[in-house]
């Protein structure tokens, strides 16, 4: 993992997150141009590393063909982080940060790392294609085409609920939070816990737990109990509370473009070519929610994906859900 530093980096908010960092990793090689660059941002909680699988020889995200940068965002060690920045904005004095101020660390990242100045593909799912679209909405004159997938500009009013409730509450309303001042963060482990359990219950469609299919047998568990701790408590526990609340708060706040613009009236102005892909099941970014995106972005694609997944597809726990992905991306870089 490599390590961008910022310096003092002036958030959207106005205030100064002092010595900040972005992580990031690369695969492939940079071509002369400078034109066969893929940016492929992650999502709440996941450290660039998880989408690693996406990559390979023979994939649509092949590192012969294409650098693929993996940038972090803020509130995500290890990157500038409540765990990872020192004090006064350790802990729950870290800033208030939004997904601009991500899409614009990554802009510099790119400019002043590798001399970059356009993209061929963003492409991200969940928050991270929370962040794809604002490159296209803030920077489109960068961008080439962007794939989001599974997510959208904003959170609609179900998910915003989600990060709350499923997210942030069970970790603030744990007796040992003390406000974010805990000494370490095993001792809010209960309220991770907690996280996972949620968790387990939205983000897969009800049918996932149907006798008839039971498909967490599909992912190597013997029962709901032993999906439930092996997959989401063994994704949460290991975050950091502080951060996990930065995170879903900075999700959930965020709305792209100015004060009291609409939706639509944003997205029009988008100019980037634009494929998305939702999938049915997803509860968190509903197929027919994001529909309409295509309709309000000049010349926009849409795909509706049958997965039996639901929001869980992107974690390609299917062969028939990576062949689905694999298959947007390249469209998305051939069209």
């Given amino acids: 993992m490599n390590v961008f530093e910022l310096g003092d980096f002036q958030l959207v908010s106005g205030a100064t997150l002092p010595g900040a960092k972005l992580a990031y990793q690369t695969f492939g090689e940079l071509n002369e141009a400078k034109d066969n660059v893929i940016l492929f941002p992650t999502f709440l909680g996941a450290p660039a590393e998880v989408l690693n699988g996406w990559i390979g020889e023979d994939r649509p995200l092949d590192p012969r063909k294409y650098f693929i940068v993996l940038p972090g965002h803020f509130g995500l060690a290890p990157s500038s982080a ?44 969940s928050i991270g294609a929370i962040q794809v679209y604002e490159w296209a909405i803030r920077f489109g004159d960068m961008v080439r085409h962007i794939a989001p997938i599974a997510g959208a500009p904003t959170p609609p009013a179900w998910t915003k609920l989600w990060l ?21 963060a095993s001792d809010v482990s209960g309220g991770l816990s907690r996280v996972g359990h949620g968790s387990a219950l939205t983000a897969p469609p009800r049918t ?15 029962s709901v109990d032993g999906f439930v701790a092996g997959f989401w408590e063994g994704f949460w526990l290991p975050q950091d509370p502080n951060d996990v609340v930065v995170q879903a708060r900075k999700a959930r706040s965020f709305h792209p473009g100015a004060d009291g613009e609409s939706l639509e009236t944003v997205l029009r102005r988008v100019t980037v070519k634009t ?28 795909q509706e994906i049958e997965s039996i997944f639901g ?11 990576v062949k689905s992905i694999d298959g947007v991306i390249r469209h998305a870089l051939e069209s």
């Fill in 208 to 222: 996932f737990y149907y006798d008839s299919a039971e498909v967490w047998r599909n992912v190597g568990f013997d």
């Fill in 275 to 302: 494929t998305i892909a939702a999938f049915t099941g997803d509860a968190l970014f509903p197929p027919g929610e994001s529909r309409p995106f295509a309709e309000w972005i000049p010349d926009a694609e849409f």
């Fill in 164 to 184: 709350k409730t499923v997210v942030e509450e069970p970790i603030t309303s744990d007796p040992n939070w003390a406000g974010g001042a805990y000494e370490k």
């Fill in 82 to 125: 409540p765990s990872t920045t020192p004090a006064p904005f350790a802990a729950a004095s870290f800033p208030e940060v939004s997904i601009s101020d991500d899409v614009i660390a990554q802009r510099r990242l790119l400019e002043e790392v590798f001399d970059v100045h356009e993209i061929r593909l963003a492409l991200g799912w």
């Fill in 311 to 321: 929001h869980l597809a992107t974690f390609g726990l299917s062969e028939q859900d």
